[in-house]
């Protein structure tokens, strides 16, 4: 078998976790890890990979079927989507939601001029919860959507609380309120308020001496983070920190509840439980890369998102495999 | 906006759910339905649609875009299925998934032959649960894959109960185990065995005067259909299975329970839960159908699955709103 070569561009917790994946899809080759650090100071998390600047990646064009992009939403992908997009072919999980149009144009020019194919904003959301909304939009056209997230850890909920004076360590857990997400899958349509869908909790390392209670009020009425939400502070030791929460777990559920032809309540729900937030980026990636590389070989060049692609070019199964054994 | 003019072929619940649900998608005009039936005895549930015989079909050709096949697995569509598709582009919901490649090259060459296009076996299974059991494997290759069906109504039980001596009436729900999905959802990656996967729970109504013990020994003792499983019998009256058991409710988990990277363990779960299984179905025809208009004006004629037709066509919406909206 003919292996896709892809190179992991970026090698924070997303692109080890695509190191990590790519080990569990044999048609994949991994040729290497392009970095702004300096190469040869790196290691890889199977060993064996080699790390090359980012800057050299140019000379990997025809040798490099596609690039997975594992840089920060924030930064890097907004310049690094179209540079690499005029070069290989591409995926990324650029997530930046408002911006994703004016992105999705900049990566498509570039990729069109040079006939690649890139999938943009693939991972879960955007990406997989993107994917449900959409068809159960269109199989339900009348009714409503709603998304939770969690349980899961979000990083900037977690930095505004270590930035809190007396604060040594902290993690922040999203949780959807078990309450809100009964009453939607019961089909009452709720509206819902910010508070009535997520609670916050915040497990605090606090520094030698420092005023706990003091903490727990500033962190309850931070605005725009915590203050709309019920919030709920613990305080923990430094080894509790890092032995119980080290872990990047997220999720969340995305449901549809719709009324079909005679007032009848259809209620469509996809949700997530992951261990490894990045890991599950990762894998998704992975999958989307397949599909850029097909689409690519049958010519179909420009920037794609999950909504553009057929879900049969994400397996390595064939037609005929995939119809007898999944369908 | 120009319409997608579609005729419905076969009038039972299906064909009543496409019905209905195409008043829910102004893109659509609904130009009639095809019966076996004599044209001037049918009433439609909307009320306004003409009804054709079936056998005048071909005097539309060139007047509908899409057939929505509506007829039953066993020997309808089967026939009905390559037949239309060598005069109009189709949908259909064939759901006897061992012979599903078979049924695939049977409409693929007639569709092929004269350029059109066929969306087959469509609906919720085979369908949108196929499209999660396949992206899920996709994305989590290691990994095991659980399918739950119900709560919902069983025809087959629900028949089987009927044909037994001293009933008068009643109705099979399937019902999956809630240990057993939680087992699932806790991510043990348990083997389940039939009983431990579903429950039976029949609701009734005797004869008068008939041994209501031996009708509820005969129904748990029955092979293939009951003696595997734990079964529950409810004698009820006729006005209450009327009033209380009259919807055809069903639904059902895909559940895919992975392992990432370092071990992470990851959910994937889909489920829906629908208070009427045919007007669902009847709206994934919809959307499909919409589906199977487009890529024909692509030029992708042949027989598809829901793996091979990208989800963007599933919508009305254009790429431009999809993306700021759903993505």
Redesign the interface.
Known sequence: MEKIRVGIVGYGNLG??VE??LQ??PDFELTGIFTRRAPETMQSVTGNVPFFHIDTAKDYVGKIDVMILCGGSATDIPEQGPHFAAMFNTVDSYDT?AK??EY?ASVDEKAKQNGNTSVI?TGWD?G?F??????A??????GKEYTFWGKGVSQGHSDAIRRIEGVKGGVQYTIPMESALERV?AGEDPELSTREKHMRECFVVAEDGADKDKIAETIKTMPNYFDEYETVVHFISEDELKTEHA?MPH?GFVIRSGK???D?????????????NP??T???LV?YA?AAYRLNKEGQSGAK????????Y???KS??Q???E??
């Open positions: 080890k976790g990590l994946a569990q899809s939601h994703i149009p999705h904003s955007p997989l993107s994917l449900n909304r959409m068809i939009e269109a199989i339900l056209p009348v899958r872990r999720g079909s032809g005679r009848s309540k259809q209620i469509i729900e996809f949700s997530l439980k992951l261990q490894s890991e599950f990762a894998s998704v999958a397949r998102t999950v909504f553009d692609v057929a879900p049969a994400l397996s390595p037609t005929a995939l119809m007898k999944l369908l």
